[in-house]
């Protein structure tokens, strides 16, 4: 599975972005998807994540209200909607995906592939 990751750019504090990425493969639907991100000196940051056929879905306390994960099959993607963005959301974000189907994850440690990221800046 091949991951692309689109949609960063600059925004102003308060502001939105939808971040997309689209896979390779015919089984999507059936990939457990994520949404981390990474900031400057800082670890990895689990945000959001899908289950399977989006049977469970988990949100990071840090972004509950503000972010939303979803999924459209019929073009291989998953979505972050962020909305009021603040100047501690600057990072690179990354998109993950695995074939463990069934549940959704908070650890990047069970994510196989990874897209290569998308560069989000909010300025305050």
């Known amino acids: 599975v091949q991951l692309q990751a689109s949609g960063g750019g600059l925004v102003q504090d308060g502001g939105s972005l939808r971040l997309s990425c689209t896979a390779s493969?015919?089984?999507?639907?059936?990939?457990?998807m994520g949404w981390f991100r990474q900031a400057p000196g800082k670890e990895r940051e689990f945000l959001a994540a899908?289950?399977?056929?989006?049977?469970?879905?988990l949100l990071a306390d840090s972004v509950k209200g503000r972010f939303t994960i979803s999924r459209e099959n019929t073009v291989n993607t998953v979505y972050l909607q962020m909305n009021s963005l603040k100047a501690d959301d600057t990072a690179v974000y990354y998109c993950?995906?695995?074939?463990?189907?069934?549940?959704?994850?908070?650890?990047?440690?069970?994510?196989?592939?990874w897209g290569q990221g998308t560069l989000v800046t909010v300025s305050s």
């Open positions: 993950a995906a695995d074939e463990r189907w069934a549940t959704a994850s908070r650890m990047p440690s069970e994510y196989t592939y």
């Open positions: 493969g015919r089984t999507f639907s059936y990939y457990r």
């Open positions: 899908l289950s399977g056929t989006d049977r469970y879905k």
